[in-house]
């Protein structure tokens, strides 16, 4: 079983940042691709920045700029760096990985329990 666990949410004003942190744990053989996802109240779950074992990222239009994803790979960790917030992405954020547990075996996508990032006006 693989469980990933957010941080850093929290609350903020508007043109502030915050760092999103996402530890993946478990049986982990290799971590394909880590993005993060946010809902809103309301709304649909949308992909907000993905980032593959290479490296390459992905990011939605509305973040493109302004949020940075990054890994550690060492660390099954995905960060997400958030600058000049606004009150738009006040969201649940949530992270998922893809990962391959037994060599051989089939991928899984796993998901984390969210963290609540609030951008005051």
């Known amino acids: 079983q693989v469980q990933l666990v957010e941080s850093g949410g929290g609350l903020v004003q508007a043109g502030g940042s915050l760092r999103l942190s996402c530890a993946a744990s478990?049986?982990?053989?290799?971590?394909?691709?880590m993005g993060w996802y946010r809902q809103a109240p309301g709304k649909q779950r949308e992909l907000v920045a993905a980032?593959?074992?290479?490296?390459?990222?992905n990011y939605a239009d509305s973040v493109k700029g302004r949020f940075t994803a990054s890994r550690d790979y060492a660390k099954n960790t995905v960060y997400l760096q958030m600058n000049s917030l606004k009150p738009e992405d006040t969201a649940v954020y949530y992270c998922?990985?893809?990962?391959?547990?037994?060599?051989?075996?089939?991928?899984?996508?796993?998901w984390g329990q969210g963290t609540q990032v609030t951008v005051s006006s």
């Open positions: 998922n990985a893809d990962v391959l547990s037994i060599p051989g075996s089939f991928r899984q996508t796993y």
């Open positions: 478990g049986t982990i053989f290799s971590i394909n691709a």
């Open positions: 980032i593959t074992s290479g490296g390459s990222t």
